[in-house]
C-alpha cells in the first residue's frame, strides 16, 4: 500500500464505553469483524470487512469521563511529518488536543480541533498506513464537515494540509453553502454549513460515510440494533444516504454509491 499524501483521510476509529455493544451493532450493520484487542495500546481493536483494516474501536482511557468519553467517530488526516503538521495546526488557529505521540511501531499521532471546534486526528504512518478497502461496501467512502464557522474551516485546513477549495452549487438548492476540499484536482473531504435544522448544543464535527449495498436496509437494520435516524434516506447524484446516531451516541452516515439520482451539481 502506497504512503498516503498529506490531507488524504486515511484512518477513522471511535470511543466507546460499551465496546462489545459497539462490536455487535456495526457488525451487524456493516459486516464488520473485529480482531484481538491491543491491551498495550489501550485495548485498541480493529475492524474488518473481507479481512481488510476498514476502522476501529477503542474504550475510553482511565480517568477519562463526560465530555472526554463521549463516543463519536474521528477522521484521520494523512502527514508524512505529524510534528511539523502540528506546528502548522497551531500556527494557524487550531488547537491540539493531543501532542504528537508515537504508537509503537504503527506509526505516528496527534488530535486536534479546527478554530470553530470540529475535531479531527492526524496520523504518519509506520507498519499501519491507514485503511485497507476504501470506497466498497462495509468501508469508508467519503467523510464531511459539518461546521457554524465554514470561512474559519475554509482557511485553517487548506493552509494545514494544502488542500484546493471549490464550491459546489445546486441549481434547486442555492442556499446551500457546500465546499470540496481537493488533492491534485480530486475531492477529498465535503464542508458543509450547519444551519439552523441543527440543534445548538450539537457541536460542529466531521461525519463519516461508510458504503452500504442498500441504505434503506442498513438502517432498518440499525434501528433495530438501537440506533436512531438522524437524516435521510435520501437519494443524491452520489448515492442514496442517510444519518444515523448509534446506541452510544456517536453519529455517521451510510451510503448506497449504486442507487443514484439527479444530475451532478456544478463545481466552480
Known amino acids: 500500500m502506497a504512503v498516503q499524501p498529506d490531507g488524504k483521510p486515511c484512518w477513522a476509529d471511535a470511543m466507546f464505553t460499551d465496546v462489545e455493544g459497539a462490536k455487535a451493532f456495526y457488525g451487524d450493520v456493516l459486516g464488520w469483524t473485529f480482531g484481538e484487542a491491543a491491551s498495550e495500546f489501550g485495548s485498541y481493536t480493529q475492524a474488518y470487512r473481507d479481512g481488510k483494516a476498514v476502522a476501529a474501536v477503542v474504550p475510553p482511557m482511565p480517568g477519562q469521563d463526560g465530555e472526554e468519553s463521549r463516543s463519536a467517530w474521528c477522521l484521520y488526516l494523512a502527514s508524512s511529518d505529524v510534528a511539523a503538521t502540528a506546528r502548522k495546526i497551531r500556527d494557524n488557529g487550531g488547537t491540539l488536543l493531543m501532542e504528537p505521540m508515537q504508537v509503537g511501531d504503527f506509526g505516528s499521532m496527534c488530535l486536534a480541533q479546527d478554530p470553530g471546534g470540529v475535531v479531527f486526528g492526524v496520523w504518519q504512518g509506520g507498519t499501519h498506513e491507514g485503511f485497507e478497502k476504501m470506497g466498497e461496501t462495509g468501508s469508508y467512502v467519503w467523510s464531511e464537515i459539518f461546521t457554524r464557522t465554514p470561512q474559519e474551516s475554509d482557511t485553517f485546513f487548506?493552509?494545514?494540509?494544502?488542500?484546493?477549495?471549490?464550491?459546489?452549487?445546486?441549481?434547486?438548492?442555492?442556499?446551500?453553502?457546500?465546499?470540496l476540499y481537493t488533492l491534485d484536482d480530486n475531492p477529498e473531504l465535503g464542508r458543509m454549513l450547519m444551519t439552523g435544522d441543527f440543534p445548538p448544543d450539537v457541536p460542529s464535527y466531521i461525519q463519516v460515510y461508510f458504503a452500504v449495498d442498500d441504505c434503506d436496509a442498513a438502517v432498518a437494520?440499525?434501528?433495530?440494533?438501537?440506533?436512531?435516524?438522524?437524516?435521510?434516506?435520501m437519494g443524491s447524484p452520489f448515492g442514496r444516504f442517510a444519518a444515523i446516531v448509534d446506541p452510544q451516541g456517536?453519529?455517521?452516515?451510510?451510503?448506497?454509491?449504486?442507487?443514484?439520482?439527479?444530475?451532478m451539481p456544478d463545481l466552480r
Open 221 to 233: 437494520k440499525a434501528q433495530t440494533r438501537g440506533g436512531q435516524l438522524v437524516f435521510g434516506p
Open 250 to 263: 456517536a453519529v455517521f452516515a451510510v451510503i448506497d454509491q449504486g442507487t443514484t439520482e439527479g444530475e
Open 158 to 179: 487548506p493552509a494545514v494540509f494544502g488542500y484546493g477549495v471549490k464550491t459546489m452549487a445546486a441549481p434547486d438548492v442555492p442556499e446551500m453553502d457546500y465546499k
